[in-house]
């Protein structure tokens, strides 16, 4: 009976004690989108992931084949195949629109630059300048942003700064520690279709081509896109800029626009809009709008 009651003692002490020993250790969580992930991005991840573990043969894959060279070096060639398999199944027409098609280096960076959905990961662009979150007036901080799912990131392997390599980013993960990991899919890794992981301060990485329009960047001289598209439609809203000159490339005549409203601003001139000349723009154009009436219309329910 004593044994009896040792052993169970033990047993008891043992259990008491387990949650002491027997911890489980931290495990890292996925976090969830900031936005909601559009029904076609996510039929576009969802072939990128049924393309897994496919295997060039002696250099060649489909998607090479499909642009017309076989033997490409095929990161981006992936992600456009895949992108036109969506559009095939769904009848939308993303590629050119939501995605870039192409294949050379920097093509697909500089096509999101154009479409104003890029974001540096260190908050800056060369031959650009510094970006913001849409509204902010504070700067971008470097590795502020966490790529959504079905954004596309761009890395550079050099000095130069030219884009290498392409992939999509199917999730980010926060990490025990509290870093953050991009967990992507990507092709010809090395030679086949496979997921990746790479940290959100990895110096590889160069930014994101992002599926929404999250980020402001100053404007200047030379520049051409949407972006300054959107800059000279608010200068002719405010009667500063002529509705001949909404081009989306940043003219002298749109540079004199900005040093007039800098100048009514008592901004110092550069004719540069930076992120306080931006925000500056778009609330005296709001304003504007509700001083003038004759842009409202009023429905009487008159015929």
């Known amino acids: 009976m004593r044994r009896y009651r040792l052993l169970l003692a033990l047993l008891l002490t043992a259990l008491l004690c387990a949650p002491a020993w027997a911890q489980e250790e931290p495990q890292e969580v996925e976090i969830a989108p900031a936005y909601p992930i559009p029904g076609q991005v996510q039929q576009v ?3 990128a992931r049924s393309e897994l573990g496919y295997e060039e043969v002696r250099g060649v894959t489909k998607y090479g084949e499909w642009v017309g060279d076989p033997k490409a070096e095929w990161c981006a060639e ?12 769904l009848g939308t027409q993303m590629l050119r629109s939501l995605y870039p098609f192409y294949s050379a280096n920097n093509t697909g960076r500089d096509w999101f630059l154009r479409q104003g959905r890029y974001i540096a990961r260190k908050g800056m662009v060369n031959n650009w300048g510094t970006q913001w979150f849409k509204g ?45 990991v991009v ?12 997921r990746a992981r790479y940290p959100l301060t990895d110096w590889r990485i160069q930014g994101y081509g992002t599926v929404r329009d999250l980020a ?3 404007l200047r001289m030379g520049l051409e896109g949407e972006k300054v598209r959107a800059l000279q439609e608010q ?6 800029l002529g509705e001949q000159d909404i081009n989306g490339f940043y003219s002298q005549r749109t540079s004199d626009a900005v040093k007039a409203f800098q100048q009514i601003m008592d901004m110092p001139t550069t004719g540069i809009a930076n992120q306080k000349t931006q925000l500056a723009l778009t609330a005296y154009a709001d304003g504007w709008l509700m001083e003038h009436s004759s842009f409202w219309v009023v429905d009487d329910g008159s015929l």
């Open 136 to 180: 902010s007036d504070q700067s971008m901080a470097r590795n502020a942003y966490i790529p959504q799912p079905g954004d596309w990131v761009f890395f550079s392997y050099g000095a130069s700064g030219d884009t290498s390599h392409v992939a999509m980013v199917e999730a980010c993960y926060r990490q025990p520690d509290g870093s953050v």
């Open 78 to 89: 992936f992600l456009c195949w895949v992108v036109d398999q969506a559009d095939q199944q």
């Open 216 to 218: 402001d960047i100053v």
């Open 235 to 240: 200068l002719h809203l405010v009667e500063l």
């Open 45 to 47: 991840l969802d072939i």
């Open 183 to 194: 967990q992507v899919i990507e092709g010809n890794n090395p030679s086949a279709v496979a």
